[in-house]
């Protein structure tokens, strides 16, 4: 589970066998202060892959910028690159998505069919630091 934005628009795609697959990257953040008391700040960069639906309604949604909470499981892949040395892409594989954009830039959630709805998160400011109290699940 992650809170981030996305660094680029998102690059919507089809396979040969017409699956809608999804690709782009969100960026979250963490500050904190030092022993020295000074604040410090470290911003990491995650690599996304949405497939069928939720890729076509990220795809139509989401823009660079837009901030998201996605659920999803770690997988790593890799192969050999042109020069024959193995390489190695850890990627976030999503399940859920909820915008967390304000109403009226889009903020929605989307859950696949089968699984019962979250609450939608409340309106705040979600620069501030993360309550565990409100996070609805």
Same mark, same amino acid.
Do not use: C
């Given at each position: 589970?992650?809170?981030?934005?996305?660094?680029?628009?998102?690059?919507? +795609?089809? /396979?040969?066998?017409?699956?809608?697959?999804?690709?782009?990257?969100? #960026?979250?953040?963490?500050?904190?202060?030092?022993?020295?008391?000074?604040?410090?700040?470290? /911003?990491?960069?995650?690599?996304?892959? #949405?497939?069928?639906?939720? #890729?076509?309604?990220?795809?139509?949604?989401? +823009? +660079?910028? !837009?901030?998201?909470?996605?659920?999803?499981?770690?997988?790593?892949?890799?192969? #050999?690159?042109?020069?024959?040395?193995?390489?190695?892409? /850890?990627?976030?594989?999503?399940?859920?998505?909820?915008?967390?954009?304000?109403?009226?830039?889009?903020?929605? !959630?989307?859950?696949?069919?089968?699984?019962?709805?979250?609450?939608?998160?409340?309106?705040?400011?979600?620069?501030?630091?993360?309550?565990?109290?409100?996070?609805?699940?």
């Amino acid at each position: 589970m992650i809170i981030g934005r996305l660094t680029r628009d998102p690059e919507l +795609k089809n /396979t040969p066998s017409g699956q809608s697959v999804v690709s782009f990257s969100v #960026a979250t953040g963490t500050t904190w202060v030092d022993q020295s008391g000074q604040k410090q700040e470290k /911003t990491e960069f995650h690599n996304v892959v #949405a497939w069928r639906k939720l #890729a076509e309604v990220i795809g139509q949604y989401l +823009k +660079k910028g !837009s901030k998201v909470y996605l659920e999803g499981k770690l997988q790593t892949r890799e192969w #050999a690159g042109q020069d024959g040395v193995k390489k190695y892409r /850890t990627e976030i594989i999503v399940d859920n998505m909820i915008m967390l954009d304000s109403k009226g830039s889009g903020g929605g !959630s989307y859950e696949p069919k089968g699984q019962s709805s979250s609450s939608s998160m409340p309106d705040e400011n979600f620069d501030d630091e993360i309550k565990v109290e409100n996070i609805p699940f």
